[in-house]
């Protein structure tokens, strides 16, 4: 509504000082007291026969063929006096032509597109010219197509002028303004269906109001201009266009199962603008219109029954009021088709330029209030989301809490008996004697060493899990902690035929040095267990602000898939390629600890060839 006010506010003040220059489509409205209706004419045509004629005359009617020349007679009685300067108004001429008034020229004009068609047009009769009792008026004219002449008023030249610009603002500024507001509409449904291509309706609505408005647009734009055909070209590959997104924008909005109609309204499209570009090229556009244009509309009939059809279905009156609309519109291309080949008064009008944005702002609305309530829905369904989500999270905290709390509780109290076991089986294996017991006691022991580490990585774990962990951070030389690495695990990588390789460096970085000495222990160990071949290196580079701490291996490499996946507790890829059990909680623990310490942790990965692990840490 407020674009329509807008595009109202902008039609009439233009149309004051424009009036007598911009094309119409129909006769003035009765006129005001004071003007002289001609109503009479006689018609000589260019072979020279003559015959007395009505006002409006339109030669199509006549039985005359719509393109050629002729001249219009007509007797121009003035009584009495005259008070002031005079005018004509003509509301069809055509574009080319000559106005004499008692032989003098009045007005003579050439067409500014290539084929003549009837225009508005506004003459001044300049003083002393016009003389009391009968004068002779003559209008010869030239025309391309619709031929004829409309009634002619004469008068004082601001009563001449109202009546001119009363025509002007119902017949050219208001479809301009309704074909104005309608491309604005479509311009801001095109960007919304940008944003969601998934729309065929949308889109193909936003693409037929932004091609049949602009095309409304240029037909009363003066200055638009091209060579021949252009112009007929233009007009007629727009009238084929909308005809086809018009079919694209009901097959959407159907819920059948048109894939061969869609086909097929392809092909016939792209040959009705085949032929229409080989007409324009023989200068036979207007034959090909007459004979093309019904093809179009047999186009658009299955087009408008499925828009029917979707309004019964629907029963709603925004569906109801886009098919009435769309019979509309094809009611309005019936009646420009036969008005356009000159069988319909030079007097009417042409429908579409109104017909059509009323159809699309109609359209358009009913569009734009499905995104406003299903925007409004989203928001209500974001809103429970939102709440139940929020619900869901605080019901996982307390689980997550409940869980950690069991894990850091039962991995402390199985510590003890576990390390008690652990004790006796070590003082049984110092007093068994038999080959047998002993083999049994050193598997019982591997056995309970895995555990013990089990339960040390679950502590640690939940530990960080619930917070329980505070760093104390410090300048921690490096070389200790990969010391510290390497005696760890140089048996365990010798064991397995590896090579571990711990480069020396006099780096020294802030950190917790108890944090980070557990993070690179648990990536060398995991190094070491997944690599079958090869060797382990662990280093660190020196850079401008930081050390970068790195675990290579060449061991079968990580999918990409599966590279966020590692750090998740309890997620192993496989066995260790040694049989050393493992659990998938080193990763986890190195991924929450680096978090707490804001160490940021690289992986990289190439199945086949292994991987590299890098923590960046602050240089000291």
Same mark, same amino acid.
């Given at each position: 509504m407020l674009l329509l006010i807008m595009g109202l506010m902008w039609a009439l003040p233009a149309a004051w000082a424009?009036?007598?220059?911009?094309?119409?489509?129909?006769?003035?409205?009765?006129?005001?007291?004071?003007?002289?209706?001609?109503?009479?004419?006689?018609?000589?045509a260019a072979d020279g026969t003559a015959q007395a004629v009505a006002l409006p005359d339109t030669w199509g009617l006549r039985g005359l063929p719509i393109a050629g020349r002729g001249t219009?007679?007509?007797?121009?009685?003035?009584?009495?006096?005259?008070?002031?300067?005079?005018?004509?108004?003509l509301p069809r001429v055509s574009s080319e032509h000559r106005i004499l008034?008692?032989?003098?020229?009045?007005?003579?004009?050439?067409?500014?597109?290539?084929?003549?068609?009837?225009?508005?047009?506004l003459v001044a009769l300049p003083l002393g010219l016009l003389q009391p009792g009968l004068n002779r008026l003559e209008v010869e004219v030239n025309y391309g197509i619709r031929g004829g002449l409309s009634r002619v008023w004469a008068g004082p030249v601001a009563d001449v002028r109202a009546l001119a610009f009363q025509a002007h603002v119902r017949e050219a500024r208001l479809p301009q303004a309704l074909n104005l507001v309608a491309l604005t509409l479509a311009l801001v449904m095109l960007l919304l269906w940008l944003q969601q291509r998934n729309d065929g309706v949308l889109g193909s609505f936003a693409l037929l109001a932004c091609v049949a408005c602009a095309r409304n647009l240029t037909y009363y734009d003066q200055g638009f201009s091209l060579p021949a055909p252009g112009p007929d070209l233009l007009f007629f590959g727009a009238q084929v266009v909308s005809a086809y997104l018009l079919t694209r924008l009901a097959l959407a909005a159907s819920d059948l199962q048109l894939g061969r109609w869609r086909t097929l309204a392809d092909a016939f499209t792209v040959v009705l603008l085949v032929l229409g570009t080989v007409a324009a090229g023989m200068e036979a556009i207007v034959t090909a219109r007459r004979w093309l244009?019904?093809?179009?509309?047999?186009?658009?009939?299955?087009?408008?029954?499925?828009?029917?059809?979707?309004?019964?279905?629907?029963?709603?009156?925004?569906?109801?009021?886009?098919?009435?609309?769309a019979v509309l519109v094809s009611a309005a291309g019936a009646h420009d088709y036969l008005?356009?080949?000159?069988?319909?008064?030079?007097?009417?009008?042409?429908l579409l330029p109104f017909a059509s944005p009323i159809f699309l702002g109609v359209f358009g609305l009913w569009r734009l209030r499905g995104l406003m309530l299903a925007l409004a829905r989203g928001d209500r369904l974001n809103r429970l989301l939102e709440s139940r989500i929020e619900r869901r999270t605080r019901a996982l905290h307390r689980a997550n809490g409940v869980k950690s709390a069991f894990l850091a509780t039962a991995s402390h109290d199985l510590r003890q008996p576990i390390l008690?076991?652990?004790?006796?089986?070590?003082?049984?294996?110092?007093?068994?004697?038999?080959?047998?017991?002993?083999?049994?006691?050193?598997?019982?022991?591997?056995?309970?060493?895995?555990?013990?580490?089990?339960?040390?990585?679950?502590?640690?774990?939940?530990?960080?899990?619930?917070?329980?962990?505070?760093?104390?951070?410090?300048?921690?030389?490096?070389?200790?902690?990969?010391?510290?690495?390497?005696?760890?695990?140089?048996?365990?990588?010798?064991?397995?035929?590896?090579?571990? /390789?711990?480069? %020396?460096?006099?780096?020294?970085?802030?950190?917790?040095?108890?944090? &980070? $000495?557990? @993070?690179?222990?648990? +990536? !060398?160990?995991?190094?070491?267990?997944?690599?079958?071949?090869?060797?382990?290196?662990?280093?660190?580079?020196?850079?401008?602000?930081?050390?970068?701490?790195?675990?290579?291996?060449?061991?079968?490499g990580i999918p990409e898939?599966?590279?966020?996946?590692?750090?998740?507790?309890?997620? /192993?890829?496989? %066995?260790?390629?040694?049989?050393?059990?493992?659990?998938?909680?080193? &990763? $986890?623990? @190195?991924?929450?600890? +680096? !978090?707490?310490?804001?160490?940021?942790?690289?992986?990289?990965?190439?199945?086949?060839?292994g991987s590299r692990f890098r923590v960046r840490l602050p240089r000291v």
């Open positions: 424009q009036a007598p220059l911009e094309p119409a489509a129909s006769s003035a409205a009765a006129p005001p007291p004071g003007l002289l209706e001609l109503l009479q004419a006689r018609f000589v219009y007679l007509l007797d121009l009685p003035v009584s009495g006096p005259l008070n002031g300067a005079w005018a004509l108004y008034l008692n032989g003098v020229v009045l007005q003579s004009e050439r067409a500014r597109l290539p084929r003549q068609h009837p225009e508005p047009r244009y019904p093809l179009l509309a047999l186009m658009l009939l299955p087009a408008v029954g499925l828009l029917l059809r979707q309004a019964w279905r629907q029963r709603g009156w925004p569906v109801a009021a886009v098919a009435l609309g008005y356009g080949l000159g069988h319909l008064s030079i007097e009417g009008r042409l008690a076991v652990s004790l006796m089986v070590g003082l049984a294996r110092q007093r068994a004697t038999d080959a047998d017991q002993l083999s049994l006691l050193d598997r019982a022991q591997q056995g309970l060493d895995g555990l013990q580490r089990f339960m040390s990585e679950l502590l640690d774990l939940s530990r960080l899990n619930t917070g329980a962990v505070k760093t104390r951070v410090s300048d921690v030389p490096l070389q200790p902690v990969l010391d510290e690495v390497a005696l760890h695990l140089r048996t365990e990588a010798e064991a397995k035929g590896l090579v571990l /390789r711990v480069r %020396p460096t006099a780096a020294v970085v802030r950190t917790d040095p108890t944090l &980070l $000495a557990q @993070v690179l222990r648990n +990536l !060398a160990v995991n190094a070491v267990r997944h690599t079958p071949r090869g060797g382990v290196l662990v280093r660190a580079r020196l850079r401008r602000t930081q050390v970068w701490l790195e675990v290579w291996d060449t061991g079968p898939a599966q590279r966020e996946a590692i750090f998740d507790e309890f997620v /192993r890829l496989g %066995p260790g390629t040694g049989g050393t059990p493992g659990w998938g909680l080193g &990763l $986890a623990i @190195v991924r929450q600890s +680096l !978090a707490l310490l804001r160490h940021p942790l690289e992986l990289d990965s190439w199945p086949g060839k």
